[in-house]
């Protein structure tokens, strides 16, 4: 089957320690990005990749890293230097068309990160 | 301001009742629109694409207006599955990196009762 997955689906950690987030893809899709949602928020990103070995900040990248080193694979590693880390993580994946347009995201089920 | 911004709600409707969003976004540059559901505790899912010419699927109808930067989606009789948080999502362009990406509202909550 196709599709974006996530893992773990849940984690803890504690305040001071690097935690790296999985997202793979086997859909072929070029673009892959991170977002954040809060509690009765809506999702905000954090960093975006339009092709391998290449990826942009988002609107809230400081406090986290990432890296593209295959089609597949685009993890997030949330550092110690992300003062509110608690949250609900989205990974998501879309074709770019002509343009860079970017086609519908489709989504992992996400990671919930709770700091302990 | 805001890239993307929707009434957050909640939308509270009994069932059968037709029930509209609106969504702004700032860039004038921006192509591409969708509409997203997403169930409490859940990712989001795709609703519809949005098209310049509007599009209906069903009970649900998208329509854009350029010149007023703002999607709309209407939801006709109202089912209680309907109750989610709904998302506009525009494919906007990010000046400082020359790149475009999907940006997300924070989502309009409709709860549909009996």
């Known amino acids: 089957d196709g599709g974006i997955t996530q893992s773990p689906k849940y984690l803890f950690r504690k305040e001071g320690q690097n935690v790296t987030l999985s997202c793979e893809q086997n859909?072929?899709?070029?673009?892959m990005y991170w977002y954040r949602q809060d509690p009765g928020q809506g999702l905000r990103l954090i960093y975006y990749?339009?092709?391998?070995?290449?990826?942009q900040k988002g609107d809230i990248a400081e406090g986290y890293s990432v890296s593209r080193e295959k089609k597949e694979s685009f993890p997030l590693t949330v550092t110690s230097a992300q003062k509110n880390p608690t949250a609900f993580y989205l990974c998501?994946?879309?074709?770019?068309?002509?343009?860079?347009?970017?086609?519908?995201?489709?989504f992992g089920q996400g990671t919930r990160l709770t700091v302990v | 301001r805001k890239e993307v911004e929707q009434d957050p709600g909640p939308f509270n409707v009994p069932e059968g009742a037709t029930v509209a969003f609106n969504c702004t976004y700032s860039?004038?540059?921006?192509?591409?629109f969708f509409w997203y559901r997403q169930d409490c505790r859940k990712e989001p899912k795709l609703l519809m694409s949005?098209?310049?010419s509007g599009n209906e699927d069903g009970r649900f109808t998208a329509q854009l207006n350029r010149a007023s930067q703002y999607i709309s989606l209407l939801i006709r009789d109202s089912k209680l599955s309907d109750s989610a948080t709904y998302l506009c999502?525009?494919?906007?362009?990010?000046?400082?990196?020359?790149?475009?990406?999907?940006?997300f509202g924070s989502g309009t909550r409709l709860q549909v009762q009996p």
């Open positions: 998501a994946s879309s074709i770019t068309g002509q343009g860079g347009l970017n086609t519908e995201a489709f």
């Open positions: 859909l072929n899709h070029d673009a």
């Open positions: 990749s339009q092709i391998v070995n290449d990826f």
């Open positions: 860039n004038s540059a921006s192509q591409s």
């Open positions: 949005v098209y310049s």
């Open positions: 999502v525009v494919n906007r362009w990010l000046m400082d990196t020359g790149r475009r990406a999907l940006t």
